[in-house]
């Protein structure tokens, strides 16, 4: 076979082929459960860290700005945000400025992990009590002005079910009752797969504590504002889920800690003196643990076909005539 | 077979409905189409109503009446104004009254556009100021000496000192900030030769840029694959079908 065939081949493998190629090499290693060696990063281990260390008392902001079409990402983001938020009992109120199916798509998740909880005899973290539902704003511009100059006003009028079943303004509930102004809120957390974190670090940087939890496309895009510390913390797609997974499976001490509560435990190069214990003997690897090792495979065909189409490239590349002609 | 199977079956058949595209545009993949089209428009235009509007609008203008636990709350009658001054938005359709469709517009860019010196200082202003780091070491030792274990003092006097290394990423860091901002000097030509190489430099830089946004593009396109597989293969199939716990 000449070079020049060689080329031609390589070049002209079909693109049902490579599709082909690429639905198997992702589904047949979900067959397997692999735990990938990994190295957190730091943005995901600050994050971890935050959410681990804010007062449980204080609750925590969950914008909800995903939806199906990034369930790949964003869900095992939601996820392991619940989870350990829900082991702290950090209260918790959800609500959505990106997207009119977020919120619906959140509470799915929130109901999941509530039946998982029950599964494993932990309490149910209920509506009202634990956590309460603000709804959609179709303008986030707008709510988060509204929510750097008076929170009461921004979510004025929301209600959710009481413990009675009938409904009430959410700032009556256990979660808000306390909350006079933004700066009595611990976090936001801000999980989204477009642009919203760009909008919340314009009106809300330094009012209160901004964390990411995005999809790979937005991680290039939100990561300078981790750098230039206007994040406490980011986590990036599916490898930032699966830092998270590992994190809560064997914990994170600081620089300063000799002993470790396990031989896997990873070490904050940003702290010095703090313990996280792993959550032991609960569901820690879960949806990014089963995608990752699928992930590789898929970056792996991809890298070779591209390499194959170079290559392909260079052989059929006619030589160049001498003098210009 | 129960409810939640017969949903995993059709979210199956809608996702290979879907990708059957990448074979070739087929009547399976328009039909699934023109679903998925029609059922988030009305999903959307119902969540709005019952997610936004009703609580955000109707039921502050209409006021509350008292019942056993709540207190009777007066209607915002005011909020009525908006529906006029939306609804001149649909004036843009009519072409003797289409100048009305400017009031809302207008209200909607005049909010924005007070709002745009602050939110860009507060946007870019930390970043620009991150960009302005130290390119001269404080000490000879080339790398940052290891801190596991050591006592917070020794870490904090560690962390005081600019090592060489650190000095280096900062430089690269500074270089590629001037070099990238440099590109985009369309005003004037460039004769000097530094300016040249240092535009060219920007250029590549801003490719290398690209090239790990794209990586990060990819890698995300691919979770989305592998999760439509694992709905597949192991939400249905194996869970659903075989009914094997995943």
New interface residues.
Partial sequence: MNLLRLGKILQGVPRQALYTMLIVVASVPLFFRVEVPNSPDQPAIDLFVTLNTIPAERPVLVESDWTLSSRGESMGQMEALLRIMMRRNVKFVLYSGADPQAPQVARNVIRRINAERKRAGQPEYKKWVDWVDAGYYPDLAGLANAMATDIRRAFAGRQDTNERGSMQDIFRSPVLQNVKSISDVALLVNVHASGTIDILNERLYRRVPLASMCTGVMGPQSMPYYASGQLVGISVGLKGVYDLEQMMEYGVVGKSIRERPHPKTIVSSNHDEIVIQPFTGQKNYDRAARYYFSLHFAMTLMIVAIIAGNIGMILTRKPKRKGGQ | MNYDFIKLTVGVLATIGLYSA??KETKLYRFFEHIFLGL?AG??LV??WT??LK??WW??MVGRTA????ESVPGLWLFAILVPIGLLGYTVFSRKHNWMSRIPIGIILG??AG?QVQ??W??YG??M??SMVPIIPTTSQFRVPP??????EQ?QAIASQLYVSQALSNIVLVFTVLSVLSYFFFSFELKSRLVKGVNLSGRWLLMI?FG??FG???????????????F???EWF?EGILRIPG
Avoid: N
């Avoid at chain 2, 801190?147 to 917070?152: F, I, K, Q, V």
């Avoid at chain 2, 990060?216 to 694992?230: H, K, N, W, Y």
């Fill in positions: 990448l074979y988030a999903f959307t969540a709005v997610e936004t609580p955000m039921d502050q019942d056993g636990s709540e909010l924005w709002q939110v860009w507060t946007r930390p970043q100021s991150d801190t596991d274990g050591l006592p917070t870490i840029g790990a946004i990060s593009t990819v890698m995300g396109r691919f979770a989305l694959v592998i999760d439509r597989m694992f597949i293969w192991i194996k």
